[in-house]
């Protein structure tokens, strides 16, 4: 009974609510997929749901070759005018002349031109990179994986007039939810592909799996982790799965508590705990977890960001820590940083063959996912000598050709395929 009048209660004010701020509302079932789906070759359309009414709307089809500084109209909806915003922007002009050129918040320290890669800006401690936003000090300030990415619907513009901008994407669209962001789970390759999981901007996070068994994977628990670690919290110890699902134990070190989750959603299924409490919890799993809920690479992190708050507290300012990446399921991250050099690496941090690359060489688009993939798949395909997929890949049809193609980040696909290699240029596909 008293649920019911709840409901009704609550369900009055919702109504109420809509009332006041749309007169009259109509509450359609149009998502960005209908608008997506009416394009043409012509126009692509957009959800716009600025109004009470969400609408389909055609995208400009003004060529955007002008450059974004003089005309901040040109960029995507939702997209600043940085380097990706059409491909005449020249951010290679010295920031000294013209600091106007450098991204939003980034500062003119020689280091804001795409010349100049940010591994050239060495630091101690995260605290020096304050002035580049997402950055984390791993012996230069490098971009976490949190900032860069291309607005979702940018995939989606292919009208002749976008034809050869950078956007344009030839194999792979991306789903994009109603406000234009990347759905978290994003499936490449087909029914023979994979699964990966992606942030809202569109930057590849942990979490990941053949489409086959792809089936319940929702990427929910990597989304949650990078939504914290972008807001700002440096220790988040949320365990996700390898499909970026949540495990079934759940402890937050920071606050000493431990509970259970529902792997999908994330939604407790038991109370919250002390963390000494945890083996009462239905979901502990003694031979899983043993007695420390933290694992290798994570353990050692947490006690460094404890050590270096200790430190401060006492007045220390420079505070030298090592550089260690550890991946949302508490395991070693991509890659290892040590004397001056970046050696990819799996999960129990051993080094996977011998890709490596200097720290001073662009560390930011460093993910080494070539030689992960190569030992979980042992592919075939070519890896750069620093361990990312090389994007121009090459194989020998039945008749002994020489045929050719591009990948992007992940290994797949981005172009046809062509017997003559000088007629593709990777970088100007997307
Ligand atoms: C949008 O697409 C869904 C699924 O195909 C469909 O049920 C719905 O009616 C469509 N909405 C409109 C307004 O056409
Ligand atoms: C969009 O088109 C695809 C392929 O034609 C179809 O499977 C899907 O249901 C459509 N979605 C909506 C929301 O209309
Ligand atoms: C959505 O449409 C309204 C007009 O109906 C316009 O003012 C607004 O700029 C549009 N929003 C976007 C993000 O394009
Ligand atoms: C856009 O560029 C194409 C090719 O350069 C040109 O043919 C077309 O007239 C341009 N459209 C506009 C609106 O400037
Ligand atoms: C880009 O900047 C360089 C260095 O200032 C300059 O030489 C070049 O002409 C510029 N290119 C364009 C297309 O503006
Ligand atoms: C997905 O979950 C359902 C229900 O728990 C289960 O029956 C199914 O086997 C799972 N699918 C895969 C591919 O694991
Ligand atoms: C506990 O974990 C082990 C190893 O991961 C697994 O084989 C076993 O099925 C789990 N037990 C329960 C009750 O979930
Ligand atoms: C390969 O492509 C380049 C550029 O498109 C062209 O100049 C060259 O003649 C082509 N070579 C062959 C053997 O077709
Ligand atoms: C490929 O395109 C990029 C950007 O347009 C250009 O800088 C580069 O020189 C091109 N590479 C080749 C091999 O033509």
């Not at 901040?72 to 290679?92: A, F, H, M, S, V």
């Not at 980034?106 to 800006?121: H, V």
């Not at 994570?298 to 404890?306: D, G, I």
Request: glycine fraction near 6%.
């Amino acid at each position: 009974m008293f649920r019911i009048i709840y409901i009704f209660f609550v369900s009055v004010l919702f109504h109420q609510f809509l009332q006041d701020t749309c007169p009259d509302t109509v509450i359609t079932n149009l998502h960005q997929q209908n608008c997506t789906n009416q394009s043409t070759s012509d126009i692509s359309y957009y959800l716009n749901k600025t109004d009470c009414i969400p609408k389909c709307l055609p995208y400009s089809n003004e060529n955007q070759t002008s450059s974004c500084h003089v005309n901040r109209n040109i960029c995507l909806p939702g997209y600043q005018c940085e380097k990706r915003c059409g491909l005449d922007e020249n951010l290679t002009l010295d920031c000294n002349i013209n600091p106007n050129i450098c991204l939003p918040g980034y500062q003119c320290e020689k280091r804001c031109g795409s010349e100049e890669p940010l591994g050239q800006y060495s630091c101690n401690s995260d605290d020096d990179c304050i002035n580049i936003p997402h950055s984390n000090c791993l012996d230069f300030c490098v971009l976490s994986t949190i900032s860069a990415g291309v607005h979702c619907m940018a995939y989606h513009l292919n009208t002749p007039e976008f034809a050869d901008n950078y956007f344009t994407a030839e194999k792979f669209k991306p789903e994009c939810d109603d406000n234009g962001e990347w759905v978290a789970k994003q499936c490449k390759g087909g029914v023979n592909g994979r699964c990966m999981c992606y942030s809202a901007t569109g930057v590849r996070l942990f979490g990941e799996a053949l489409y086959s068994n792809a089936e319940n994977m929702t990427c929910a628990c990597s989304r949650r982790r990078n939504d914290l670690e972008s807001s700002g919290r440096t220790m988040v110890t949320f365990h996700c799965d390898s499909m970026g699902n949540y495990e079934p134990l759940q402890c937050d070190m920071e606050k000493n508590i431990c509970w259970c989750a529902e792997s999908k959603t994330g939604k407790l299924t038991s109370p919250v705990v002390p963390e000494v409490a945890k083996i009462k919890l239905p979901c502990y799993n003694t031979s899983s977890v043993g007695s420390q809920y933290l694992r290798q690479c994570e353990s050692k992190k947490f006690a460094q960001s404890q050590i270096t708050t200790k430190l401060k507290t006492h007045g220390a300012k420079y505070i030298r820590t090592d550089s260690l990446l550890c991946d949302a399921d508490g395991s070693y991250g991509a890659y290892s940083i040590s004397s001056g050099m970046a050696y990819c690496v799996w999960r129990d941090n051993s080094k996977i063959e011998n890709w490596y690359s200097n720290v001073d060489s662009n560390i930011g688009n460093l993910n080494c996912n070539c030689a992960r993939d190569y030992k979980r798949y042992s592919h075939s395909m070519t890896c750069s000598s620093n361990g990312n997929y090389q994007s121009l890949q090459q194989y020998m049809d039945e008749e002994g050709n020489s045929l050719y193609y591009c990948v992007d980040n992940d290994g797949f696909a981005k172009s046809g395929i062509v017997t003559n290699s000088s007629s593709l240029n990777c970088s100007n596909i997307y």
